[in-house]
């Protein structure tokens, strides 16, 4: 599986983006996919995940704000940002993990100014 993260960009804080994670390789949709994020000079951190079943689960920070869907036919994961804040900007990185195969993605450059 090689996943390919887009969709990062510049907002102003309030606005939104949209960030996606396609994959290659055959089932994705039975994946525990997730978005992680790293800002300079800290540590890479959990941001929120979807199961196969479309479960998902968001770290504190960002509950009530993202929002994470897939799309199975597209092989794509989302992540839906709102009500963006400056302390969201980092790198944010897809990982998919099924059993003991785990894949990263190359990561999109999310940047929120105040």
Known sequence: V???ASGGGSVQAGGS???S???SGRH???YLTGWFRQAPGKEREFVAAINSKRATVYVDFVKGRFTVSRDNAENT????MNSLKP???AVYYCHAQRGRLS???QGTQ???SS
């Open 103 to 105: 894949y990263w993605g």
């Open 21 to 23: 994670c396609t994959a």
């Open 110 to 112: 999310v940047t929120v």
């Open 87 to 89: 302390e969201d900007t």
């Open 77 to 80: 994961v989302y992540l839906q």
């Open 28 to 30: 994705f949709s039975n």
């Open 17 to 19: 983006l949209r960030i």
């Open 2 to 4: 090689q996943l390919q």
